[in-house]
């Protein structure tokens, strides 16, 4: 494992990531952008813990004395308990190579987390008729199927095996926005393959499942890809680092990175809130309540049976998440997989995971991904808060942070929601996972069988910029109960953020209830809350400036008098009015 000397991961969380207060993201971000981001890691990435229960196995993690949630006794000896990943055979101390880590997915952009990355499962999810996916009719909305034929799923607080439904991948139950996604996927295939039997009644089974996964899947691949990945890195790293798409190349490797799946593509855990809004019609609260995630692991039975999936929806498109940064939720960081009083630490779960896998530290990554080593922790964030706090963690060894830490402490990119480490990260891996995909559903060099006899059929007919053009508020309003009635929020162009056309849904309300060709009429309250926040992000902006001049100056030994001089001249608009 790396980084021995470092302090306990749990201490790095308790010291860095406990959140006080909601920072949004600042590009209007959605939560339907994090529960897709989660989605799409699991549809490219699952190693699981070593389950030999050998010593050589444990990492655990140690906790603080007097840790509020997991020492409240002061013992001083509690620990987090953590295992290895399971590491590939012929690899580790006993043959002298580095430890490698197996995926057990399929890694392509696939919706592997719908078919299933193995035939047996694959097999497990179809009804072999029509082409259809299993589904059940639960509270007059197709919902996905309980589990009765005891297949393999992910249980971690021991639910009644019949009370998880199932789905290509194992961990559909884990909390209900990825449930949901889940849901939406496999109403989407069912969809197509329903008008594809409809208009070709003699089709086998076999030729409608297969046409209504290749179109499926090509929806997702597009909307993930053009639509969800540019929104994150920004579009200008995009347009540098993935670019369009223009043929299959057989020298891209697209296997997953370690450093993607261990590191960078975890930044969404800090995206998280506390709850899950759920909203009627008119964008209120439903009677049921939002969803804790503290209190809804493992438990589909709170959207099967409380309003189904589209109060969910309507949350997940008008409720912001929490910026990209070096805070996380409750829920998360104190109570993951746990009751109402505790769990585990996601957060320290994630930093041992890296050093579990042998991640590098921050600075070393950041030279190997091409990017220019940092020597002052000023250079990773202008938050001289974060700068201070790492300082102590690491004993002023910027060399020695770890990459999870320093890549979520990082200044985002312009028109970006991540920072540059994480950026060109990810970019890379969506590139690579495209360009090296053969199936990918843009290259023309695929021979489209099923097509063949049917060019006349234009619902047959395999249209590549009809993908291109579908949006993921298309695959929502296709699969909800809403319909048509589903909208972008407040001016936005995607499903994936909040817009703020004419102030409709101001930055700093959390959800926003706006509709459409609504006249706007702003109370006072409204008016003075807008102003105000204006006017912290504009002195707060200026504030961190001003640290960093100040230890600028410091470090030159330039004189405070002359420090303010400096300012007077370049600023004369904040010189004191001495006239009176």
Not at 96 to 104: A, E, L, Y
Not at 188 to 216: C, G, M, W, Y
Request: proline residues 3%; hydrophobic residues 30%; glycine residues 8%.
């Amino acid at each position: 494992p790396a980084g021995p000397d470092r302090p306990s991961t749990r201490h790095i969380s308790n010291i860095l990531f406990t959140q006080k207060k909601q920072i949004f993201d600042e590009n209007g971000l959605n939560d339907l952008s994090v529960h897709m981001g989660q989605f799409i890691a699991h549809d490219m990435s699952f190693v699981t813990p070593l389950a030999d229960f050998t010593a050589q196995g444990n990492f655990a993690i140690h906790i603080p004395k007097g840790d509020p949630t997991f020492d409240p006794d002061s013992t001083g000896i509690a620990t987090m308990r953590f295992r290895r990943s399971g590491g590939k055979e012929g690899t580790g101390k006993t043959s002298q190579t580095p430890r490698q880590q197996v995926n057990k997915v399929s890694g392509w952009l696939d919706l592997s987390v719908v078919y299933g990355a193995s035939v047996d499962r694959s097999n497990a999810m179809r009804t072999m008729s029509r082409g259809l996916l299993r589904s059940n009719i639960f509270n007059n909305e197709e919902q996905l199927t309980f589990n009765t034929k005891g297949l393999p799923n992910l249980n971690l607080l021991g639910r009644e095996r019949e009370s998880l439904v199932v789905s290509g991948d194992n961990r559909v139950n884990v909390q209900p926005g990825l449930l949901t996604l889940h849901t939406i996927w496999a109403r989407e295939h069912n969809r197509v393959a329903n008008d594809i039997a409809k208009s070709h009644p003699t089709l086998d089974d076999e030729t409608i499942f297969q046409s209504a996964r290749k179109r499926t899947i090509a929806s997702y691949q597009s909307t993930l890809m053009y639509e969800w990945l540019p929104l994150i890195i920004g579009q200008k790293m995009f347009d540098e680092r993935v670019g369009p798409y223009k043929k299959y190349d057989s020298s891209t490797d697209p296997r997953i990175s370690n450093e993607f799946a261990t590191v960078a593509f975890r930044f969404g855990h800090s995206q998280a809130s506390d709850f899950l809004a759920r909203l009627d019609e008119n964008f209120e609260e439903i009677n049921h309540g939002h969803l804790h995630l503290k209190n809804t692991y493992f438990t589909p039975q709170r959207v099967l049976n409380e309003g189904g999936l589209d109060p969910i929806v309507r949350g997940m498109l008008r409720k912001r998440c929490q910026a990209i940064d070096t805070v996380a939720a409750d829920g998360l960081r104190n109570h993951l997989f746990g009751t109402s009083t505790s769990g585990f630490d996601l957060v320290a779960l994630n930093i041992q995971r890296g050093r579990d896998h042998g991640i590098t530290d921050y600075n070393s990554l950041r030279e190997a991904y091409g990017l220019q080593k940092y020597e002052r922790f000023e250079e990773i964030s202008k938050d001289l808060n974060i700068v201070e706090k790492l300082k102590e963690l690491y004993s002023n060894n910027i060399s020695n942070i770890d990459a999870f830490v320093g890549g979520l402490a990082e200044d985002h990119m312009k028109g970006a929601s991540i920072g540059e480490l994480f950026g060109i990260i990810v970019a890379d891996q969506f590139r690579r996972s495209r360009d090296g995909d053969f199936h990918w559903f843009e290259n023309t060099e695929i021979e489209h069988n099923f097509d063949e006899g049917y060019e006349t059929d234009n619902d047959l007919k395999f249209n590549i910029s009809y993908f291109r053009n579908k949006g993921m508020i298309d695959i929502l309003a296709s699969n909800t109960r809403t319909g048509d009635k589903l909208e972008l929020v407040g001016g936005s162009k995607s499903a994936y953020y909040i817009g703020n056309t004419n102030g409709a849904c101001p930055k700093y309300t959390e959800i926003c209830k706006h509709k459409n060709g609504e006249e706007i009429h702003k109370t006072l309250r409204d008016e003075v809350l807008e102003r105000y926040q204006r006017a912290i992000e504009f002195f707060s902006e200026r504030a961190d400036s001003a640290e960093s001049i100040m230890e600028e100056a410091k470090k030159r030994g330039i004189s405070g008098e002359k420090l303010l001089k400096h300012i007077d001249e370049k600023y004369p608009y904040a010189k004191p009015d001495d006239s009176d």
